[in-house]
């Protein structure tokens, strides 16, 4: 293996948007997300991103291969349904910074990478002067037909990296399931950590 990891915004971020999509299909397929991917919904999802002038997308890469990408935008330019509890809350949206995901081929898990894009992506948001870092995580039911016997949650992983529950704050994203034939809304739990 020979990894190195970068950070990258604006036009120089343009040229892993294929990385991004196709590694958001294949990984997030597992459980929790059950993502059944297809590249319109991709196309939507990253015209967002690719719009933020203050974006970023952090790439893994073994060699010249894209293995793992993990992403962050600041919370004004995500779309209303994610900003919304935010706002209510009595938060200056302004001042926080969402990051997106973190997806990691599996055959390079257990390396440091998903602590390092974490670190990045800190990096990242304080240099910008972001106060408050956040990012949400699928809720699904203990007894979900789908949950993997061994499944462990991110949680104590999240925990570690200085994050913590926002207890009532959630928000709704709309995606196409495995077993369905359309999309619907999954809620998702937030989670923060403050940056100063
Ligand atoms: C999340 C993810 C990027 C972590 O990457 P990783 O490189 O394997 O993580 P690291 O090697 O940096 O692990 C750091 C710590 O987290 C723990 N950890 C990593 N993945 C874990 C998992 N799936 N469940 C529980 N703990 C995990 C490690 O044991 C390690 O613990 P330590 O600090 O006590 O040693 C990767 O598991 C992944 O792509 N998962 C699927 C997609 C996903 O759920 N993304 C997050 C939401 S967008």
Redesign the pocket.
Known sequence: MSLNIRAFTGESANQYKSSLAALRIQ??R?F??LYDGSVEYEEKYLETFIQSEESVIVVAFDGEEVI?V?TGIPLKNEPTEIQQDWINGGYNIDEIFY????????D???????????EEREKWARQLGYKKAI?C?VIRDETHPRRPKNF??????WE?RGFSKKVGFTCKISWKEMDETEESEKELQFWEKDLV
């Not at 990051?99 to 599996?106: A, G, I, Q, R, T």
């Not at 390079?108 to 974490?118: A, E, L, P, S």
């Open positions: 990984v997030f597992e929790p997300y793992g993990s990051f997106s995901e973190s997806v990691l081929n599996k390079y898990r257990g390396h440091g990478i998903g602590v390092r894009f974490m990012f995580g462990v949650p991110l949680d104590r992983f570690k």
